[in-house]
């Protein structure tokens, strides 16, 4: 079996054993294996829920390059490796495999990450930086809308920030009969809904206003998930949770949206007697790639004739490399899995493994020339 062939038949060995966010059991033992396997300098470092490994020459510059490696559930329930996660993986372990022999006048750290889809992994991942003095870091994803091999590249902001934010309301039960001896918190979740109506259409990233507040870009609220009461109807009910997902394009004003909302509630269920309280879940910061380093990656491209498409808007979408991005410059690109496939997290998408030596490609470069 040739070395792209090996790197394949380990996409698809994950592609087999899908787990979910912070379920990744099997995937991380496949990763270390197949590492094991195939490498001779590699430290390994196996970190409990991720690892790490480590192409040391003790030189003075480090190299970040992360994967993720969880999986999704389709409506059914089923696990599936639904946004590709399998693929960034089998080109990270390519990468190692392939540099492991060879002086680049760098260390590498390759690391590969758990639980991004719900934005636990990152965040963990982070204590890298208090283990190796890192200079750069760097990622890729697939996607689905560019040509096959081809990189995508933004300059600052990549992926917008998002947040789950879960509100629960609390009044007081009563007959249905007599509605005015209870408190109903259907009335201010409706009101919540209105309050909320404009920020679900989208104008572009552009500056806009809400609420007599400007925003300098897109903000973003939609309502997820609405629960109230029980099927009775001789009951007036007292409980009532709504989540909604706020998004951004930057993170300042991801606080000031959530601010907004927060005394909406706030105020209302005050006027209303209603007790109320807030948890944020899925805590995703924007990514923003770091504008310099980008310049150099791309000039780096360009000279090895390898075909990227600079992008001017990001995904509204998010991506929790943003945590790792917060520590040093970095690099965030897509790599093109064609025009028409099915898109990220469709229940027929599944990562191609025509782009994987493209992927490597990518990375490869900037390994071995620096940046
Ligand atoms: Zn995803
Ligand atoms: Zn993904």
Not at 294 to 318: D, Q
Request: glycine fraction near 8%.
């Amino acid at each position: 079996m040739d070395y792209l062939e090996k790197i394949t038949a380990f996409r698809k060995l994950l592609h087999a054993n899908p787990e979910a966010s912070e379920k990744e059991v099997v995937t991380r033992k496949l990763i270390k294996e197949f590492l094991e396997e195939n490498t001779q300098n590699l430290e390994i470092v196996d970190k409990g829920r991720w690892l790490y490994g480590f192409h040391n020459e003790g030189a003075d510059e480090t190299y970040l390059f992360r994967a993720d490696f969880d999986a999704i559930l389709s409506e059914d329930g089923q696990c599936y490796h639904g946004c590709g996660h399998d693929g960034h993986t089998a080109i990270l372990a390519g990468l190692a495999i392939k540099l492991d022999k060879e002086k680049l006048g760098r260390n590498i750290v390759y690391l590969f990450q758990h639980a991004e889809e719900n934005a636990a992994g990152a965040i963990e991942c982070t204590e890298i930086f208090k283990e190796k003095k890192i200079d750069y870091a760097f990622a890729l994803h697939g996607h689905v809308g560019m040509p096959l091999g081809t990189a995508g590249i933004h300059e600052e902001v990549v992926c917008c920030a998002s947040e789950g934010m879960l509100i629960h309301l609390k009044g007081i039960q009563s007959h249905a009969s007599t509605p005015e001896k209870g408190i109903n918190p259907a009335y201010l979740m409706a009101e919540l809904a209105l309050f909320l109506r404009p920020l679900c259409d989208f104008d572009g990233f552009v500056p806009m206003t809400w609420q007599g507040e400007n925003y300098n870009n897109m903000i973003m609220a939609t309502i997820v998930y609405q629960r109230l009461g029980e099927l009775a109807f001789g009951v007036s009910p007292s409980t009532a949770d709504m989540g909604l997902t706020l998004r951004a394009y930057n993170e300042k004003e991801m606080t000031l949206l959530q601010e907004k909302v927060e005394n909406f509630i706030k105020e209302g269920a005050e006027k209303q007697g209603l007790e109320f309280s807030f948890t944020y879940l899925d805590i995703f910061p924007e990514t923003r790639n770091n504008r310099d380093l980008v310049g150099r990656v791309k000039a780096l491209w360009e000279k090895e004739n390898l075909p990227f498409i600079e992008k001017h808007y990001p995904h509204r979408g998010s991506e929790d490399f943003g945590h790792l991005a917060k520590y040093v410059p970095s690099c965030y690109f897509e790599l093109g899995l064609g025009i028409d496939s099915p898109p990220l997290h469709n229940v027929g998408f599944e990562f191609k493994d025509e782009v994987i030596a493209d992927g490597l490609a990518f990375f490869e470069v900037i390994a071995r020339k620096g940046v």
